[in-house]
């Protein structure tokens, strides 16, 4: 299980924290 979001990153409630959490997942899983 993998979690993304701008709660799962250092910038909590920053589009930024979700967009990075987003590509390391998907790193992640590729």
Do not use: C, L, N, P
Not at 10 to 21: C, L, N
């Amino acid at each position: 299980m993998h979690f993304a979001g701008e709660h799962a990153s250092d910038y909590h409630g920053w589009v930024q924290g979700a967009i990075q959490t987003a590509i390391r997942v998907a790193y992640k899983i590729h």
